[in-house]
């Protein structure tokens, strides 16, 4: 066999490998982030002056941790508000919804106002996704998405987005009243390292 039916032969198998790697590589991207911050949800060790039940969401990691029990929390990878929306503060959980409608606020609406007025629960282009955790008397939430390809990006108006898969398990382990602790410090757990804290906050609230 001459070597240019040889090079015909071994071309798929190049292209098929490659195609592979680029799969691979857009999968992790868009299903847990890179592995800066995290990956995709684990147990890890956690700070023990937190008590079971709180909720820490940390923009510096873009992780929430859900403690449930002293030193060990879940860790979920988020995606976190855009540098024009970011704040943090302490809050609770004031309001839980299985599909949750959507309605923009009105920044919103003056940033694009081709969005629509309203979006149903359970709508598969809901920007809510299937489940919302409402935090005190803000337009905050943490929710689930339509664009799962967000996770582990600056990307939202303000609210904490979270893999729909994800945000029904937080959503079963919370309870209305839940403490809710928003900063932008960045935590070393026993699942991933992360660097120093940040001090890159723009706004603090407390509700």
């Known amino acids: ?45 956690f700070d023990k002056k937190y008590s079971a039940g709180q909720i820490i969401v940390s923009f510096g990691d873009r992780r929430l941790y859900n403690i449930v ?26 309001m839980k919804r299985v599909n949750p409608d959507w309605r923009p606020t009105p920044s919103m ?16 282009m809901n920007p809510l996704g299937v489940r919302a ?8 939430r943490i929710h689930g998405t339509d664009a799962p390809w967000t996770i582990g990006k600056a990307a939202s108006s303000g609210c904490i987005r979270m893999y729909n898969e994800d945000v029904i398990d937080l959503y079963k382990r919370t309870s209305v009243g839940a403490k809710v602790i928003v900063t ?24």
């Open 133 to 140: 955790l409402y935090l005190g008397s803000s337009t905050y």
């Open 109 to 124: 609406l003056k940033k694009n106002p081709r969005l629509p007025s309203w979006v149903p629960g359970g709508h598969p």
């Open 1 to 45: 066999m001459s070597v240019f039916f040889r090079i015909l032969r071994i071309l798929p198998i190049l292209f098929t490998g490659l195609a592979v790697m680029a799969t691979t590589a857009n999968a992790q991207t868009m299903w847990g982030g890179s592995s800066e911050w995290g990956g995709g949800r684990q147990t890890v060790a």
């Open 184 to 207: 932008w410090n960045r935590f070393k757990t026993g699942g991933f390292d992360s660097a120093a804290n940040s001090a890159s906050n723009k706004y603090t609230f407390n509700w």
């Open 69 to 94: 029990s002293r030193g060990k929390a879940l860790s979920y990878p988020i995606a976190i508000p855009r540098e024009d929306a970011r704040w943090q503060g302490v809050t609770s959980v004031s």
